[in-house]
């Protein structure tokens, strides 16, 4: 999906390890999202950020934090990663009241 | 707890017939309403968007807002193999930088 780059696409981490999802855009968009999807279920936002300096929660943001660098990138960090969150990440872009668009995703596996 | 509703399926629809996919939301005050495609592995795919009530067209597809009885829809005529798929349906929260989704609905077209 050009315009919203995720790294890495596939990650495979030990109980307690931690680690960065990255995601940057280059379509100027205001907003940035990071989801998680669990086999056969919805999309849940873990956290979010309106604009460039602001961060919010979503529904599921505990074990996770987050920092928007700048316009263009949002990270999703891990500290301690636990079996429960094995998912596939998403990492979307958008702006008041518009759709978003969504990158191609990160598969990640706790074991 | 804002919610959005979809009936999980799978709907099974013959090639060429009309394809029919419902979602209904809780928040009265919801201002947008977005329909999502997602093939198995990929991300989700924006299709198509309405803020009015009534019927917006774009192709093979018609998206329908009712904002009096809280439902959408995406119908899709001429349904071919390729549209097999889950359907997502997304609609604005509280704040309208984010989005309540549904869990989708599977759609299979049989030829």
């Known amino acids: 999906n050009a315009g919203v780059t995720q790294t890495p696409k596939f990650q495979v981490l030990k109980t307690g390890q931690s680690m960065t999802l990255q995601c940057a855009q280059d379509m100027n968009h205001n907003s940035m999202y990071w989801y998680r999807q669990d086999p056969g279920m919805g999309l849940r936002l873990i956290y979010y950020s309106a604009s460039e300096g602001t961060t919010d929660k979503g529904e599921v943001p505990n074990g996770y934090n987050v920092s928007r660098l700048n316009k263009r990138e949002f990270s999703l960090r891990l500290e301690s990663a636990a079996p429960s969150q094995t998912s596939v990440y998403f990492c979307?872009?958008?702006?008041?009241?518009?759709?978003?668009?969504f990158g191609d995703g990160t598969r990640l596996s706790i074991l | 707890q804002k919610e959005v509703e979809q009936n999980s399926g799978p709907l099974s629809v013959p090639e060429g017939a009309i394809a029919s996919l419902n979602c209904t939301y809780s928040?009265?005050?919801?201002?947008?309403f977005f329909w999502y495609r997602q093939y198995s592995g990929k991300s989700p795919e924006l299709i198509m968007f309405i803020y009015s009530n009534g019927d917006k067209e774009d192709g093979r597809f018609t998206a329908q807002l009712n904002k009096a009885s809280q439902y959408v829809s995406l119908l899709i005529r001429d349904s071919q193999p390729s549209d097999s798929a889950t359907y997502l349906c997304a609609v604005s929260g509280d704040s309208n930088y984010q989005l309540i989704w549904g869990a989708g609905t599977k759609l299979i077209i049989k030829p």
């Open positions: 979307a872009i958008g702006d008041y009241n518009q759709p978003q668009h």
């Open positions: 928040d009265r005050g919801s201002q947008s």
